[in-house]
């Protein structure tokens, strides 16, 4: 799949997606934020094999189901300001 243009949504909903597919997907133009990095990496921690997390091409392999994993979620500007 090939973002245009690139979107935190979009990105997020195509690895979920590619993460229960078969076989291998590539996401072309992902969006880079660090909301993009820590779902994929809570993801990973899931048993999700998928490599280039923060740049523009993100590789999932197929895999066994995703094991419940405890996460967290990154702070938000906006959080970080009401403290």
């Given at each position: 799949f090939?973002l245009?243009?690139?979107?935190?949504?979009?990105?997020?909903n195509?690895?979920l997606?590619a993460?229960?597919?078969?076989?291998?997907?590539?996401?072309?133009?992902?969006?880079?934020e660090?909301d993009?990095?820590?779902f994929?990496?809570?993801?990973?921690?899931?048993?999700?094999?998928?490599?280039?997390l923060?740049?523009?091409?993100?590789?999932v392999?197929?895999?066994?189901?995703?094991?419940?994993?405890?996460?967290?979620t990154?702070?938000?500007?906006?959080?970080?300001?009401?403290s």
């Open positions: 090939r245009e243009p690139p979107s935190v949504g979009a990105t997020v195509l690895l997606g993460v229960t597919a078969r076989g291998s997907s590539r996401i072309e133009n992902a969006a880079l660090p993009v990095v820590v994929g990496r809570a993801l990973q921690q899931m048993g999700a094999r998928i490599e280039g923060g740049t523009r091409t993100i590789e392999e197929a895999s066994t189901p995703c094991n419940p994993s405890p996460s967290a990154a702070p938000t500007a906006s959080n970080w300001a009401r």
